[in-house]
């Protein structure tokens, strides 16, 4: 290797490690259908694989450490409670192996995930068994036992560093002695000295490569992240690169301990360490820009670039453009979003787009900061308050280190509540079937999955600090070490637990194709219609009236009876969120997003009006169902998003499908930033657009593995695309197909 690498040689050359570590992972794990996270795996004589759910409920296989094995304080075997998950993971970091790759200026790479030793999950001691029934008739996502989804507020730890951290836990036990407190802060500094043995390890194996490293640029890089990391161990940050560092020590234990993806607004934080190193001639702007890159290869966490700080300023600054020239340089999938607002620079946006069409990796999103602080307002909270909010996750935001919130885990799906609506509606024979019957059964049962979900909510509350307390986010949040509380249990100042309604077009078009064949057009009868849903469009003339049910004009086509369901349920479920708190007092806040719920939700429900069979996958998100109408017009799925919004600072993404050869017609970049504006000047939230030829996505799809470098957006995340099961590729790609 030449001795005077630039830095995008070395850009280029962990770039290949980074897609190496992906195809390992995809041979060994199987599909990948969620964000990358940057996982690689442990040596391989080390590891057993198992099958799992991962933080967001998920069915997933995952790689363990055969070495460590955790303490049960449980005869179930599972453990529980603070103080032992702290000492758990405390001693599964004492034997995670140490991970340092001269070409990159940052040290560590995380391999396991600790929820994986998790069996069981939830303690079989707190019983919801006056809950579940409604969670299974339903089909919702309870958020129940689910991990992480707020938000901490990083500059904690770059104020206080591990030992700081440490010295407050020991102020503030000697104030809150409850037994409660005592076990909770025994876990939090378990978890510290875990952290602290693992920097060590690290910091040391830097310094034993360097001893034969014989490049004299790496063997100098060695040295110096040797001793960084040795600084780390106990003090906070003071540099630029030591900023990143320490941050992505932090990251890295969180995907560990809970697949914890928050990062916020990171050009606000990091400027402060960027203008002193800048002023003082220690740092330049390319290098500001590779540590970046350096730190995306290892964490891909959701992070939003500009925005308002709470005084209304724009917080845009050099930072915010060195992050999206980073991404530009990786070209991996990174979870970063472009804020477009009136106060913020135009050409944030522009350069944002120009990224999108040049590396097609689905990368940055964008994000409509004026409609979310504004529509968060509306939950009781001031301009100033609301403008702290960040993006930090696939449709959500959070207020960093006081609001728990629990976001993306709660799902109503509204296929499965209109399925269950329909056979009420059939079944009920005091009076004759009509679309004001099937409506209202519709909303009582909307109503019904909501008020399942905060139950849950309720118990969740009550009980998972003592099952898998958030020590990792406790430590970064405002209240916590104060109060010696959980997160989830009173540690912080605000609960809004966010819910979020899936399959809208579903169960929109169904209700359009009922009214326009049952009722209006008289094509079929209620009766007929139902038999043909119970056995799956089977029967003589079954496909023939699938296809009668699913040639409407659906939702998104434009002043269609669909786009008026779709508005009307929307607002139903809006309302049924925000008509009351939950039992115990704690606020709502509604959203629509699926994730990468699509084929499990689907494989909920039974046959729907629209022509959908038995276990097919849901419509995603807010979006129409693909191929909505024949022009695909961008403007008209613009329009029909953005109809829908709750509007409560919470989103309803608009997801696009792009031809690559937009960016080469004239003013091509000026469109879309255009179509990005509009949106959201009608009031939408968010937006993730693929960028993706047509021709090449139907290549991949055949022989993906010839294709390793593909990434495309797949909803809230970004994806190498050969890491998809061939069903949720198969998702994407009829959606690409169908809108291009």
Not at 29 to 37: K, P, R, V, Y
Request: with cysteine.
């Amino acid at each position: 290797m030449k001795e005077n690498l630039t830095y995008q040689e070395r850009i280029s050359a962990l770039r290949e490690k980074k897609i190496e570590f992906t195809k390992a992972k995809r041979k060994l794990l199987g599909a990948i259908d969620m964000d990358d996270q940057a996982l690689i795996l442990p040596p391989e004589n080390s590891i057993k694989v198992i099958e799992t759910i991962n933080s967001s409920g998920v069915p997933v296989r995952d790689a363990l450490l055969k070495e460590f094995i955790p303490k049960s304080n449980h005869p179930s075997g599972g453990f529980f409670g603070a103080k032992i998950n702290g000492e758990n993971f405390r001693d599964l970091l004492k034997v995670h192996p140490a991970y340092i790759d001269p070409l990159s200026e940052l040290a560590g790479a995380y391999m396991v995930s600790f929820m994986s030793y998790r069996d069981p999950q939830w303690n079989p001691d707190f019983d919801y068994a006056d809950i579940k029934p409604d969670i299974e008739k339903y089909k919702v996502h309870s958020g129940l036992g689910t991990v992480n989804h707020f938000c901490q507020d990083l500059q904690i730890g770059f104020d206080l560093g591990w030992s700081g951290l440490k010295n407050k836990i020991e102020k503030f036990r000697k104030v809150n002695t409850s037994e409660k407190s005592t076990e909770f802060y025994d876990g939090l500094d378990a978890f510290i000295d875990g952290m602290q043995i693992w920097i060590k390890r690290s910091a040391e194996a830097a310094k034993e490569m360097a001893e034969t490293e014989t490049n004299p640029l790496l063997k100098e890089n060695l040295l110096e992240m040797a001793r960084i990391n040795e600084k780390l161990v106990n003090d906070p940050p003071e540099t630029y690169r030591e900023a990143l560092q320490w941050m992505l020590w932090y990251q890295m234990a969180g995907k560990m301990y809970s697949g914890s993806g928050s990062l916020g607004k990171i050009d606000k934080l990091l400027y402060p360490f960027y203008k002193k190193d800048k002023d003082a001639g220690s740092l330049t702007d390319e290098h500001a820009t590779f540590l970046l890159a350096c730190y995306f290869l290892r964490d891909t966490s959701y992070t939003q670039i500009g925005g308002p700080d709470a005084d209304g300023k724009e917080v845009t600054n050099p930072v915010s453009y060195f992050m999206l020239e980073a991404v530009h340089w990786l070209k991996i999938p990174v979870n970063v979003a472009v804020a477009v607002g009136n106060e913020i620079p135009k050409d944030l946006l522009m350069k944002g787009v120009e990224i999108l069409f040049n590396d097609k990796a689905g990368v940055p999103k964008f994000i409509g900061v004026d409609n979310t602080i504004s529509g968060f307002t509306k939950n009781g909270f001031s301009y100033e308050i609301s403008r702290t909010r960040g993006y930090c996750g696939c449709n959500w935001y959070a207020l960093p280190g006081i609001e728990f919130c629990l976001n993306d885990c709660t799902k109503v799906n509204l296929a499965a509540v209109f399925e269950i609506a329909f056979d009420d509606m059939m079944n009920d024979k005091s009076s004759e079937h009509s679309m004001e019957k099937l409506w209202k059964y519709f909303s009582f049962h909307n109503q019904k999955a909501v008020d399942t979900i905060a139950r849950a909510l309720d118990y969740h509350y009550d009980h998972m600090y003592m099952v898998f307390p958030e020590l990792h986010l406790d430590l970064l949040c405002h209240g916590t070490i104060e109060k010696g509380l959980d997160a989830s249990n009173g540690g912080v100042e605000y609960y809004n637990f966010g819910i979020d309604a899936a399959s809208l077009a579903t169960a929109a078009d169904s209700f359009a194709a009922v009214e326009q064949r049952v009722v209006n057009e008289k094509r079929v009868t209620w009766d007929e219609l139902y038999g043909y849903l119970k056995n799956n469009w089977s029967g003589s003339d079954g496909e023939k009236t699938r296809l009668m049910m699913k040639n409407i004009q659906r939702y998104g086509y434009g002043d269609s009876i669909a786009d008026k369901y779709a508005l009307k349920i929307s607002n139903d479920f809006t309302h049924s969120v925000k008509s009351k708190k939950t039992p115990k007092g704690l606020n709502l806040i509604p959203g629509i997003f699926s994730w990468a719920t699509q084929l499990m939700m689907g494989n909920d429900v039974g046959a729907t009006p629209n022509g959908r069979h038995i276990k097919a996958p849901v419509s995603h998100g807010a979006n129409p169902e693909a191929g909505f109408r024949k022009d695909g017009a961008l403007t008209a799925l613009s329009s029909a998003v953005a109809s829908v919004q709750p509007g409560y600072g919470n989103a309803a993404p608009l997801q696009l499908e792009m031809d690559p050869g937009i960016s080469k017609d004239e003013g091509g970049l000026e469109l879309v930033s255009n179509l990005i504006k509009t949106h959201f000047d009608l009031g939408g939230t968010q937006i993730n657009i693929n960028v993706v030829d047509k021709e090449r996505i139907l290549a991949a799809h055949k022989n993906p593995e010839l294709y390793p470098d593909l990434v495309v957006r797949v909803t809230g995340f970004s994806a190498f695309f050969s890491s998809l099961s061939p069903e949720f590729r198969q998702l994407v790609v009829d959606r690409i197909i169908a809108e291009s």
